[in-house]
Structure formats: C-alpha cells, structure tokens
C-alpha cells in the first residue's frame, strides 16, 4: 500500500510538472503567434484560467500529504498491534502446552496473503 501511495505523490509531481510545462508553451505560443490579441479573445485569460487550475491541484496536493502520512503511520501501529497478538498467541499455546492441529489449505493460504501484505507494508 505505501508503494501506492509512493506511485500517487510521484504522479502528483509529474502532473504538477506537466502543468508549468504547458503553462511555459502556452506563454510562448501565443506571444510568438499573437502578438496583436486585441479585440480577439485574450489568451492570456486562458493562461490565468490554467493558473487557476494549477493551484486548485496543488491545494489538493498539500491535502493529500497528510492523509499520506497517517495512512502510513496507521498501517504502522496495525502492523505493531498484530505482530504483539501474534506474540501473545504463541505465548499462550506455550503455556497452556496447547497442541495446534496443522493449517487447512485455506488457512495457509490466508496466512500467505497476510505475510505478503505485512512484508508490503
């Protein structure tokens, strides 16, 4: 999941780097092909409208980066607060001398999905 998150932020930064790139040709385009716009309709009203637009997504970037960071630190404490259980069950079959039949297929199927997304994590 923190590789998903990972992808997000960099598409995010690419995004963001695609906007100042279009910004830049757009700029340049319209002084290059327009350089009398009056009484046309004003390109450079496009561009404010594309800054508009830039900044709106950068305010849900900074939105995001946070939401990023719990999220992470969430599957922390999860990851934390599950090893302590798994802990506290082997503690407790050890004490008890609590003899465990062997795992069903689908159990050790379960307990490889979960070992691949603790190891995602």
């Given amino acids: 999941?923190?590789?998903?998150?990972?992808?997000?932020?960099?598409?995010?930064?690419?995004?963001?780097?695609d906007l100042d790139y279009i910004q830049y040709r757009l700029e340049y385009e319209?002084?290059?092909?327009?350089?009398?716009?009056?009484?046309?309709?004003n390109p450079v009203t496009l561009l404010k409208e594309l800054s508009a637009i830039k900044s709106r997504y950068q305010t849900l970037h900074v939105r995001?980066?946070?939401?990023?960071?719990?999220?992470?630190?969430?599957k922390s404490r999860i990851c934390a607060t599950f090893n302590k259980t798994m802990t506290l069950i082997q503690e407790l079959q050890k004490e008890t001398d609590l003899e465990l039949l062997p795992?069903?297929?689908?159990?050790?199927?379960?307990?490889?999905?979960?070992?691949?997304?603790?190891?995602?994590l």
């Fill in 64 to 74: 995001f980066k946070p939401i990023a960071v719990e999220q992470k630190e969430t």
């Fill in 30 to 41: 319209i002084k290059t092909n327009y350089p009398d716009s009056a009484g046309k309709k």
């Fill in 1 to 17: 999941m923190e590789a998903e998150v990972d992808k997000l932020e960099l598409m995010f930064q690419k995004a963001d780097s």
């Fill in 103 to 120: 795992l069903t297929e689908e159990e050790k199927t379960a307990a490889e999905q979960l070992r691949a997304h603790m190891s995602d």
